[in-house]
T-cell receptor, first 113, second 114 residues
Framework: GQNIDQPTEMTATEGAIVQINCTYQ??????LFWYQQHAGEAPTFLSY??LDGLEEKGRFSSFLSRSKGYSYLLLKELQMKDSASYLC??????????????WGLGTSLAVNP | ETGVTQTPRHLVMGMTNKKSLKCEQH?????MYWYKQSAKKPLELMFV???????ENNSVPSRFSPECPNSSHLFLHLHTLQPEDSALYLC?????????????FGPGTRLTVT
């Protein structure tokens, strides 16, 4: 079956760096997405990884290791507005069809001053 | 502004009511999705439409009935709901259904069934 694990909650300090991990178990991996969701708002796309390695986009970076079934989202120079839930989602070709993303529960990040 | 709008933003309905949720995307995408988001649960995909054709129905109870009249509009018709159906209902769209095409989400409708 499919399974995605990420920590439920994390706290960090403004200006610091935080790494949010995501591990997954799928039989037909075809890409991993990170989304940010502020309370009461829509999830917004942050990053996509399908090959191993690091993708950098401003203060946010995402890493993927397909052999380990592992990804992380790295947030640098944290700002108060980064307080949000971070959702990891994996596309599994064996999950019905490749339109379907398997979602994690999300990691609620609190950035403190 | 994500380009995907949903109305209403909040809805309270009794178990015997009939209501509809509306979603509109202004991004020129050809795929649209309905998701259910409940506390302590991952996002649950309910329906997928591609080029106005329903291509996925994830064993959703028949009290939820989707409609996609064109590639820009998506509805979710609700009737005889149960209290456990209370949740945030999110609409999303994407340019394609595979690969790196990310989904753009609307702000959601917070539904409470009394």
């Amino acid at each position: 079956g499919q399974n995605i694990d990420q920590p439920t909650e994390m706290t960090a300090t403004e200006g610091a760096i935080v790494q949010i991990n995501c591990t997954y178990q799928t039989s037909g991996f075809n890409g991993l997405f990170w989304y940010q969701q502020h309370a009461g708002e829509a999830p917004t796309f942050l990053s996509y990884n399908v090959l191993d390695g690091l993708e950098e986009k401003g203060r946010f970076s995402s890493f993927l290791s397909r052999s380990k079934g592992y990804s992380y989202l790295l947030l640098k120079e944290l700002q108060m507005k980064d307080s949000a839930s971070y959702l990891c989602a994996v596309r599994d070709l064996n999950a019905g069809n490749n339109r379907k993303l398997i979602w994690g529960l999300g990691t609620s990040l609190a950035v403190n001053p | 502004e994500t380009g995907v709008t949903q109305t209403p933003r909040h809805l309270v309905m009794g178990m015997t009511n009939k209501k509809s949720l509306k979603c509109e995307q202004h991004l020129g995408h050809n795929a649209m999705y309905w998701y259910k988001q409940s506390a302590k649960k991952p996002l649950e995909l309910m329906f997928v439409y591609s080029l106005e054709e329903r291509v996925e129905n994830n064993s959703v109870p028949s009290r939820f009935s989707p409609e996609c009249p064109n590639s820009s509009h998506l509805f979710l018709h609700l009737h005889t709901l149960q209290p456990e159906d209370s949740a945030l209902y999110l609409c999303a769209s994407s340019q394609g259904q595979a690969g790196s095409y990310e989904q753009y989400f609307g702000p959601g409708t917070r539904l409470t069934v009394t």
